[in-house]
């Protein structure tokens, strides 16, 4: 079904977990699609207060529990560290709230599975920022794979490359193995990359074979980590299509370097989260670039392209889009390729093999 992301039917309300950089991009997407910015929660009132201040996020609640019994607030968004998302989501889902959490949805795929079924039963939307199935030319790659103008789909290669990690002193909570959960790099990128992958081609990864490093064990504030900094994979897909993906956040030099290409019998198509408004369709022939002009494009990709060719479209407007379409979805609609909390399911699952496969050093089963 066609949603304008641009024009939401109704104000949605929605409240705030969390101050940083996420809840930032979120709460600019939720003023682009006319919410009101009731208010925030955070670990503490001050926190709360600070994070309204910085982000102009209305109230701050002394709690989340006071967020939550607010009937003011309709829709959460949880912007916090990711072994908090499990437990407030599963609150906010009980307060009768819709739902969009940041990704990893939890750090068990069994809990994930668990919100999966309160949602549905509830109700209510419950939605995780896969946001890189918005960019207008990924959506084109899947149309164009869809409808079979790469024909047979023979291999995949993907990376999702960072460098935030890449010196021995970097630091972040997300490297504490119990805020930021068991896997780091592929369970914060890595689920973006499979995603993505799964999304474009419109088949999923049933097995895998994964080896990751830890290359610093110590960093600034942190000795001992656990979790990876790195992880590479082979896989296979539904048809037998054999694929390899790096996941690294300590690649100089790389920024948010996510990059997907499908090679079928006929044609590949290529993607760069970098430079999203172009796609490349190589043909043993004569290989193109093509351009983000609606006119030109999908349906689906056209009603993502929001301002014409030449006009740089990014991170920001991909974001924008989710958020529209999941208050749409709030609204009634169906837009096609939300990503739900189904889909944060399958990146718990998909994140859990990998690990198992790390630590066996063999193929691992990925479930349907
Ligand atoms: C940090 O690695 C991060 O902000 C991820 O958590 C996001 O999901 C990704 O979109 C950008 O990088």
Known sequence: ?????????????????????????????ARAARAELVGAASSSPERAAAAVERLGLGAAFESLEAMLADPAVEVVHICTPNA???????????????????????????????????ADARGLVAAVPFVYRFHPMAREARARVAAGEAGRLLSVHGAYLQDWLAAPHDDDWRVDRAV???????????????????????????????????????????????????????????????????????????????????????????????????????????????????SRLSADAARLAIVP?????????AFNAFVADAYAAIDGAAPDGLPSFADG??????????????ERRDWVEVPA
């Open 345 to 358: 399911l399958r990146a718990a699952q998909v994140t859990e093999a990998v690990l198992a496969s790390a």
């Open 180 to 294: 930021g959960g068991p896997s780091r790099a592929f369970a914060d990128i890595g689920s973006h990359l499979v995603d993505l992958v799964e999304f474009v081609a419109g088949e999923r990864i049933v097995r895998l074979n994964a080896a990751s490093r830890t290359v610093y064990a110590d960093r600034a504030t942190h000795s001992g980590i656990e979790t990876e900094d790195l992880v590479a994979l082979v896989v296979e897909l539904d048809s037998g299509a054999l694929g390899t993906l790096l996941v690294s956040q300590v690649a100089p030099g790389r920024k948010n370097a996510l990059s997907i290409e499908l090679a079928g019998t006929d044609a590949s198509v290529r993607f760069e989260q970098e430079r999203p408004d172009t796609l490349w369709l190589g043909r043993t022939g004569a290989s193109s670039v093509i351009e983000r002009d609606a």
């Open 84 to 118: 908090t998302h499990a437990g407030f989501a599963r609150a906010a889902l009980e307060a009768g709230k819709h739902v969009i959490c940041e990704k990893p949805l939890a750090t068990t795929a069994a809990d994930a599975a668990d919100l999966v079924a309160l």
């Open 1 to 29: 079904m066609t949603t304008d992301v641009t024009a939401p039917a109704r104000t949605k309300r929605a409240g705030f977990v969390g101050g940083g950089f996420m809840a930032a991009v979120h709460s600019r997407a």
């Open 309 to 317: 060719a030449g006009h740089p479209m990014g991170y920001q407007d």
